[in-house]
């Protein structure tokens, strides 16, 4: 069965620098069946998109984002990570990992599992 | 940017019909998917490829798209329903998700 484990400091002062991992169990992160992404959700707010690792090993990231983002593979760990510097105190939100099954059309792209989710609090 | 556009919320009856719209450019030419998010939980996906069903989920969860609007139709709702339901799609190498709608069974 299917698992991600989003996991990191849940405190980051502004301006630093903020990085979680996501584990997984039950796939493999080096599979070409696959994209795994990085979606937030403030508190009380909407889902936002940060980035996603594509299948092909392309990442691809929120242009609003895209500056300061990086996501990363560790295939020996079966690990994905996000990395966001800079942050700020509207950053604060619930970081979710996910994966995204290799789209058979161009167009078709969704998320079909979803970590617990990891509350990541922006404060001095 | 790509946007989609939900209602804020959504009120039905127990046994009736639930319908929440999702809005976007040319929506009908994407593939849209829907999402649903209990309160304090993760969003677990109810319908991609604009009508398919993941396993798992019951047969009262349906989705059309056409034109600028999608539809996700809860039929028969139940208490168990309540929550909020996203849309999302992809535009431009990005993922977008709607704004959001909070589904209250009354």
């Known amino acids: 069965q299917l698992q991600l484990q989003e996991s990191g400091p849940g405190l980051v002062k502004p301006s630093e620098t903020l990085s979680l991992t996501c584990t997984v169990s039950?796939?493999?992160?080096?599979?070409?069946?696959?994209?795994w992404g990085w979606i937030r959700q403030p508190p009380g707010k909407g889902l936002e998109w940060i980035g996603s690792l594509h299948y092909s090993g392309t990442p691809y990231y929120n242009p609003s984002l895209k500056s300061r983002v990086t996501i990363s593979v560790d295939t020996s760990k079966n690990q994905f990570s996000l990395r966001v510097t800079s942050v700020t105190a509207p950053e604060m939100a619930v970081y979710y990992c996910?994966?995204?099954?290799?789209?058979?059309?161009?167009?078709?792209?969704?998320?079909?599992?979803w970590g617990q989710g990891t509350l990541v609090t922006v404060s001095s | 940017s790509y946007e989609l556009t939900q209602p804020p919320s959504v009120s039905v009856s127990p046994g009736q019909t639930a319908s929440i719209t999702c809005s976007g450019e040319k929506l009908g030419d994407k593939y849209v998917s829907w999402y649903q998010q209990k309160s304090g939980q993760s969003p677990v996906l109810v319908i991609s490829?604009?009508?398919k069903r993941p396993s798992g989920i019951p047969e009262r969860f349906s989705g059309s798209n056409s034109g600028n609007t999608a539809t996700l139709t809860i039929s028969g709702t139940q208490a168990m329903d309540e929550g909020d339901y996203y849309c999302?799609?992809?535009?431009?190498?990005?993922?977008?998700f709607g704004t959001g709608t909070m589904v209250t069974v009354l």
């Open positions: 039950g796939a493999s992160v080096s599979s070409s069946n696959y994209s």
């Open positions: 999302q799609a992809w535009d431009s190498s990005t993922y977008v």
């Open positions: 490829q604009d009508t």
């Open positions: 996910a994966r995204a099954p290799t789209p058979l059309d161009d167009h078709l792209y969704f998320f079909d599992y």
